[in-house]
């Protein structure tokens, strides 16, 4: 301070301006820079999380004619390399670790930002469920996606009450703690491009742990024989979105029924009716699991609640000729384009294939 005037010089109080303004922005910075590093890689743990984002390196590469979306009985059910080598269709599964319908339809919102498919498959499994469940789900299927409105209004629909949306926008808000969790990977694939987990959303699963056909049926407590509201009211939305893009939209069950995930009766009356009501098909595959040759001794990895990838290409072969025979869904192996990427793809499947069988059998 000037000891005459009693005033700060010009020189220093530009100088103290300037030391805020680049202390502010460092302060902003640690989000941008460090937010990849704490933010989870999903690549050796809960790999489901890696899942919405491999799609868009696919899409960039080729349009797909069916898309399926739900939650692990289409990821862990549908293989696209089987579906392209056997029958031309070019495919991809936007599922997710419990995908709940609000879920899925953002997730087909997004889609429709870059393709237009001929069919959308919608496992109806989700239904269930009439409100959010777990924030880690919530993660795992939105801190991937690209932002835009879809991701926002995704956002709001799918937040706990206990979460923040601001978490969502800087995820380094919600990760900073993890430091004392890094590892390696995470400082390797902060700013680079990770490693596939899944081949074209299918992730994949070689173990076999025969079905527990042993175990007791003991009915959810909170069972509710009426599928709830807000999960048919995005169904619906679902819908319409399907029809003003002039896409089929097909509904499924998938063929596992494991006694902890029961597909009620009361359940299916509902989603055939509504089928009904629309004029869409649905297919409940419980019963087709023998006309598909599944044998759930060796078709599952997880004692019966899953299918590992056994079981996921008797699944993929059969409804693959639905898609073709019913659905009209073209064989693309015409298109020289299409073909060039659709073999490396397939490649790739098998390659993760040996791979993980050596692994399964040397461990």
């Known amino acids: 301070m000037d000891n005459i005037t009693g005033k700060t010089p010009k020189k220093t109080l530009w100088l103290r301006t300037l030391c805020i303004a680049v202390a502010v922005l460092l302060l902003a910075a640690i989000p941008v820079v460090l937010g990849p590093v704490v933010e989870p890689k999903y690549l050796t743990v809960s790999k489901e999380g890696s899942l919405t ?12 004619d ?3 979306i739900g939650d692990c009985e289409v990821f862990e059910s549908f293989v696209p390399a089987i579906l392209w080598e056997e029958y031309g269709i070019s495919s991809y599964v936007r599922g997710g670790a419990q995908q709940l319908t609000w879920h899925s339809y953002y997730m087909l919102e ?23 469940q777990r924030e880690e789900y919530n993660r795992m299927a939105l801190d991937g996606m690209e932002w835009s409105p879809t991701k926002l209004d995704a956002i709001r629909a799918s937040m706990t009450e206990d979460e923040d949306a601001l978490s969502y926008l800087f995820p380094f808000l919600r990760f900073h703690s993890r430091w004392s969790e890094l590892t ?10 990770k490693p596939l987990v899944s081949d074209s959303g299918y992730l994949m699963q070689t173990g076999i742990v025969p079905a527990d056909t042993q ?24 819908r319409t979105l399907c029809e003003e893009r002039g896409i089929r939209l097909i509904l499924i069950k998938a063929p596992t029924n494991f006694w902890r995930y029961h597909w009620y009766d009361e359940w299916d009356e ?10 869409l098909t649905y297919y409940n595959l419980i019963g087709s699991s023998e006309e598909m040759g599944l044998d759930m001794s060796v078709d599952t990895y997880d004692a019966g609640a899953h299918l590992n990838v056994y079981g996921a290409e008797k699944l993929t072969r059969y409804f693959g000729k639905i898609l073709r025979d019913t659905h009209d869904i073209p064989d693309g192996r015409g298109d020289a384009a299409a073909s060039a990427v659709w073999q490396k793809r397939v490649d790739a499947y098998y390659d993760r294939k040996a791979a993980m069988e050596a692994e399964t059998s040397n461990g």
């Open 66 to 68: 069916v898309l399926f």
């Open 53 to 64: 984002e491999e799609y868009y390196a696919s899409v960039a590469e080729t349009n797909h």
């Open 215 to 238: 175990a007791d049926f003991t009915p959810e407590v909170l069972f509710d024989p009426a599928l709830p509201a807000t999960a048919m009211d995005y169904l619906n939305r679902m």
């Open 270 to 279: 509902q989603v055939a009716a509504y089928a009904a009501e629309h004029d």
């Open 184 to 193: 390696a990977e995470d400082f390797t694939y902060a700013y680079k491009d």
């Open 110 to 132: 997004d889609a429709l930002r870059y393709e237009t498919p001929g069919a959308v498959v919608f496992n109806v499994y989700a239904l269930k469920y009439g409100e959010p």
